[in-house]
């Protein structure tokens, strides 16, 4: 089955630092990758996703970009706020389930 | 904007009694889910279903687990004979489609803890 590895597992950055948090995947046959925000006691909820046959896709001050022949995949986070503290979980999906990344909790120092 | 809702919020049950967790997904949703969540842990796959029928479950979802579509707008989740490591955040998820790249909705979950 798919296994996503996910790094760091923490991260801190000075409000209006950018933040980066990388991906991998073990299934190549994974074609759909969202990041999931998640905070304190609250439903994972969807930021951004990426399908195989795109490289790059930005939303506003999120991006993400996927690189098939290495496996992985990342979120990049511009000019960041402190309401961007949360935990984010990357994400590959194949055969009707999402495998979920060990997850990154981001904090943004004021 | 619609979304997946998920009832009870928390859930206290002793070990060895069953529970249901009931989710009514988003109404124009095919596809439907349940992850959990243990405390600090990565979110993981139980189990997804489609047209009445599961259509993939993890090794987690072993034969004390079990999910029901009752009617039209529930979608549930039952464990028997619970265990204390049955402990966790259940989520419901639901999609317009399956394996075919599209958003999977979270609802808040529900929170299960087993004395």
């Known amino acids: 089955g798919e296994n996503v590895e996910q790094h760091p597992s923490t991260l801190s950055v000075q409000e209006g630092d950018s933040a980066v948090i990388k991906c991998t995947y073990s299934d190549s046959a994974s074609n759909y990758f969202p990041w999931y925000k998640q905070e304190l006691g609250k439903r994972p909820q969807l930021i951004i996703d990426?399908?195989?046959?795109?490289g790059e896709k930005k939303d506003q001050r999120i991006a993400v970009t996927l690189n098939k022949t290495a496996k992985h995949f990342s979120l990049h986070i511009t000019e960041t706020q402190p309401e961007d503290s949360a935990v984010y979980f990357c994400a590959g999906e194949n055969d009707y389930k999402l495998s979920f990344g060990a997850g990154t909790t981001v904090t943004v120092r004021a | 904007e619609p979304e997946v809702t998920q009832t009870p919020s928390h859930q206290v049950t002793q070990m060895g009694q069953e529970v249901i967790l009931r989710c009514v997904p988003i109404s124009n949703h095919l596809y439907f889910y349940w992850y959990r969540q243990i405390l600090g842990q990565k979110v993981e796959f139980l189990v997804s279903?489609?047209?009445?029928?599961?259509?993939?479950k993890s090794e987690i979802f072993d034969d004390q687990f079990s999910v029901e579509r009752p009617d039209g707008s529930n979608f549930t989740l039952k464990i028997r004979s619970t265990k204390l490591e049955d402990s966790a955040m259940y989520f419901c998820a639901s999609s317009v489609m399956g394996q075919g790249n599209q958003p999977q909705h979270f609802g808040d979950g529900t929170r299960l803890s087993i004395l």
């Open positions: 279903f489609y047209n009445n029928e599961i259509s993939e």
């Open positions: 990426i399908r195989s046959n795109v």
